[in-house]
């Protein structure tokens, strides 16, 4: 196979950006459409794209996708995460017209991404699901006997469900049917299916997920795992690698089920395969994502490997050949998904034009990001602002490390969740890797607490100081509360 000239991304945010990088570091030209909205603040941020501006729904257009690739001479099209990258439909129009889907073959993404198949190719991998049933052609009174066979509280799933949507835990028996009749509709209505099945809800688990690579003439590694266990609304917030519970056996273990899970559908590229681990480390199939995934850096950084670039050299059919014994983790990353958020208002998003952004400079921190001063996040799209990947030798440096960046990173005009994400790591059983996914609920007293008493909001007054400190103008500690001493926000308006 003859190598790229032009790819398309099929995406936007800061994974269209570490995309395109990837891209230009294969001297490959990125071809980016951009939304109308987003056209003024992206067009900078591609000196040496082919730039598109294109209505909005773009994103998920499948044929308007393929027609902007044809018309460009694209031999081939990068999703991303989300929109169209786990849709087989599209990877097989994109096959039928002659471009290259960078992903999976259809059909794994077809078996992976419905969530009750997935759990029967786990078993017959041999990797056990979470424990759990399928209603289908079961009457009310088996329904019932099985939910309690597994014992309450289960949780409902939705099959095609996905982002933390099409989730209902039910805690008692008489409550079962109608949370049943809405999960069913609700399913229906966000993903165009009835199918939905029951898990056991695993109280407070840990979510850990290990990051495969399939060759093409089926040999698949294991890139250790990641710990994402601290969640909101069931969304990662923070992921780390090494997880502070895996051992080099655990890891060895779960490496060999995500694996045999990839071998037994075929798989090609890059994928994730998600488990739920109690608290005695037995861990349960959870479901796999057939993509690169939001938290792939941190992977990356431990590991040393590019996997974006990984996975267009082997679309390009070059040989991408890397021992399973040659790859062992480095040192410890961490990643801060930062959102335009409000952490006290129940994380909701809290779109705006960001007037200033700095990022701090510090080594061993590497920062995702489509952002720039003036940059306008809309509610249309997800709120992310940029993901923060941290490295140092250890934990407790990195968790240390990560205090200075978090402190010293400058987002103005939007509310952010940063200081959130600094409580976060502040905690002691965060310090000590005691996790579980209700972290937050449990921890909320110290997390939600009023840190501060400054004359400008708590978050200005952060975040003016970081940029105070970073222009070398003077010491955190020492202007804080002096009023004239910080610039006025007038200051740094675009
Ligand atoms: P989605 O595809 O919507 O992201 P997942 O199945 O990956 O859904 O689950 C997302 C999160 O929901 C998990 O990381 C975990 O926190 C929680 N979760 C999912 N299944 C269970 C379960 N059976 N028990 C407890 N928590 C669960």
Redesign the pocket.
């Known amino acids: 196979m003859s190598k790229f000239k032009r790819v398309l991304i099929a995406n936007r945010g800061e994974i269209a950006k570490r995309i395109y990088n990837a891209l230009r570091d294969l001297s490959i030209t990125p071809v980016i459409p951009i939304v109308e909205k987003e056209f003024a603040q992206c067009r900078t941020c591609y000196p040496y794209a082919v730039l598109l501006k294109v209505e909005d729904g773009i994103f998920l257009n499948k044929e308007k996708l393929i027609e902007i690739a044809k018309e460009n001479e694209c031999q081939a099209i990068h999703p991303g995460y989300g929109f169209l990258a786990e849709n087989a439909e599209f990877a097989r129009l994109c096959e039928q017209n002659g471009i290259i889907f960078i992903g999976p073959p259809a059909n794994s993404i077809e078996l992976m991404g419905h969530?009750e198949t997935a759990r029967v190719i786990a078993e017959k991998s041999g990797v056990s699901p979470?424990p759990?049933f399928s209603l289908k052609g079961l009457t009310e009174d088996e329904i019932l006997k099985k939910a309690k066979e597994i014992g309450f509280p289960v949780?409902i799933?939705a099959s095609l469900?996905?982002?933390?949507?099409?989730?209902r835990r039910v805690d008692k028996e008489e409550e079962l049917f109608e949370n049943i009749r809405m999960a069913k509709s609700e399913s229906k209505e966000y993903f165009a299916s009835e199918d939905i099945f029951v898990?056991?809800?695993?109280?407070n688990?840990r979510?850990i997920e290990i990051q495969i690579f399939s060759f093409p003439g089926g040999r698949t590694v294991y890139l250790g795992e990641r710990e994402?266990?601290i969640?909101r609304r069931?969304?990662?917030i923070i992921e780390e690698s090494p997880s502070p519970i895996v051992d080099e056996k655990l890891r060895n273990e779960m490496g060999e089920a995500a694996v045999a899970l990839a071998d037994t559908v075929s798989y090609v590229g890059a994928g994730t395969v998600?488990f739920?681990v109690d608290r005695d480390k037995n861990f349960?199939f959870?479901?796999m994502?057939t993509r690169i995934q939001v938290e792939h850096p941190v992977t990356e950084t431990v590991y040393g490997v590019d996997l974006v670039k990984w996975q267009v050299q082997e679309a390009m059919g070059l040989v991408v050949n890397v021992p399973q014994d040659k790859i062992k983790p480095n040192g410890h990353a961490i990643e801060f998904r930062v959102y335009a958020e409000d952490p006290e208002n129940n994380f909701m998003p809290s779109p705006g034009k960001i007037l200033r952004y700095v990022e701090p400079k510090i080594p061993g921190v590497r920062i995702e990001t489509a952002v720039r001063d003036g940059y306008e996040i809309f509610p249309d799209f997800d709120p992310m602002i940029a993901k923060v990947i941290v490295f140092d030798s250890n934990r407790e440096d990195c968790i240390e490390k990560s205090k200075r960046v978090l402190n010293e990173l400058a987002v103005l005009g939007v509310k952010t969740n940063i200081d959130f994400l600094k409580s976060v790591i502040e905690h002691p059983a965060f310090l000590k890797g005691d996790l579980d996914?209700g972290f937050i609920e449990k921890y909320s007293g110290f997390l939600f607490a009023e840190k501060r008493d400054a004359k400008f909001s708590k978050e200005e007054a952060v975040l003016l100081a970081s940029v105070v400190e970073k222009e070398g103008k003077g010491n955190v500690e020492k202007v804080e509360g002096d009023k004239d001493y910080f610039p006025q926000i007038s200051d740094w308006l675009p």
């Open positions: 969530k979470v759990g949780l799933k469900g996905g982002g933390g949507k099409g989730m898990e056991k809800y695993v109280v688990p979510h994402c266990t969640q069931h969304q990662k998600e739920i349960y959870l479901e994502n996914t």
